[in-house]
């Protein structure tokens, strides 16, 4: 097996691949085209919820992930992370009629008040602090644009970045998703120790300030004129289910996350559909062939689209990938690349 690493993106799903790689023993390199966790992982608001519905094969994933990266940060870096809980609003009384029906299928700590539900399954990490803890010991190169990955076809290759048209995917259907973070200081906000949500989220008091979270994109205005303009609208929002009095907006960030249309990551190696559907051409007419028989990239996988929910997903995404390269291991069908490579017509 190869024991050089390349990782092309930094953001959480990149320096996450780039950390369990290396403690697997591989010498690891990671190339970013601008700064280390910039975009869509440095302007989250990283906040750590679970999902309170119905049953579903995406509940299951994002509660299992979520107890996996509590534990991970909490162990590994706990100086960029705080547990707490999530104190849960409804919209409105059909809204909270629905979470009532969702009592029944909560299978952690929780507690039911007057109108809300408090989360005990919660917490809230510092994206750029854990990103640069995560890569501490990996060779990081920023502002580094890799055009042809020629130059790394001995070492095995994690495309761990949205938008790298390094290889022809055309399997990969994904859309891009804009998300704001304001940080905020309010009186008292000190005493504030636990997260809030309600259509967007209020953090705990952590680093010295409380960071508001939204993923919103309306219009056809740039992603950074708009987070202007929806500034007050959505800190008014936020104020009506926790006030912050004398509240004042330290800084704004903005970013893209980019998610598939079925809300899994993609994680795993990398199919040439080039070369699968020249062996296999009645594949497009319906005809099924094992995912054992498809033709795969050497030694290059993906692990990018996490959505809203990159700092959730990406450590248990990354124990996942590692184990995989290391041990031959499974990817569960829901996260694999295979899953998208069945719809192409």
Not at 6 to 33: D, H, M, N, P
Not at 76 to 101: A, C, G, I, M, V
Not at 107 to 122: N, P, Q, V
């Amino acid at each position: 097996m190869k024991k050089e690493v390349v990782v092309i993106g930094g953001g959480i799903a990149g320096c996450s691949s780039a950390y369990f790689l290396q403690k697997a023993g591989f010498e690891v390199t990671l190339y970013e085209k601008n700064t280390l966790c910039s975009g869509g992982s440095f302007a989250a608001g990283a906040f750590l919820s679970p999902k309170l519905s119905k049953p579903s094969p995406y509940k299951e994933y994002l509660n299992t992930a979520l107890k996996f990266s509590l534990d991970f940060y909490e162990k590994n870096f706990p100086s960029t992370f705080k547990r707490t809980s999530l104190h849960k609003y409804p919209k409105d009384e059909k809204d909270w009629q629905k979470l009532l029906s969702y009592e029944e299928f909560i299978d952690f700590k929780y507690e039911k008040k007057d109108g809300f539900f408090i989360l005990e399954l919660a917490g809230i990490v510092d994206p750029k602090e854990v990103c640069k803890k995560l890569v501490e010991k990996i060779q990081v190169y920023e502002n580094t644009h890799i055009e042809d990955l020629q130059e790394f076809k001995d070492k095995i290759i994690i495309i761990a970045h949205p938008n790298q048209n390094l290889l022809h995917l055309p399997y990969i259907k994904t859309k891009d998703i804009g998300g704001y973070r304001y940080d905020v200081l309010f009186k008292g906000c000190e005493t504030k120790e636990f997260n809030s949500h309600r259509e967007l989220s209020v953090s705990c008091y952590f680093k010295k300030k409380i960071a508001v979270g939204a993923t919103y994109l309306r219009g056809e205005k740039e992603l950074e004129e708009k987070a202007l303009c929806d500034s007050e609208h959505l800190l008014k929002k936020a104020q009506d289910f926790y006030p912050m009095v004398n509240m004042k907006l330290l800084k704004h960030y903005t970013g893209y996350r980019n998610m598939t249309f079925d809300f899994f990551p993609i994680v795993g190696k990398a199919i040439n559909s080039d070369a699968t559907l020249k062996k296999y051409p009645y594949i497009k007419k319906g005809t099924k062939v094992p995912p054992s028989k498809y033709i795969y990239y050497e030694d290059i996988y993906l692990h990018t689209a996490l959505g809203s929910r990159g700092f959730v997903y990406a450590p248990y995404n990354a124990k996942l990938l590692t184990d995989h390269i290391t041990k031959n291991t499974s990817i569960p069908d829901r996260l694999s690349p295979v899953r998208l490579f069945k719809k192409l017509k």
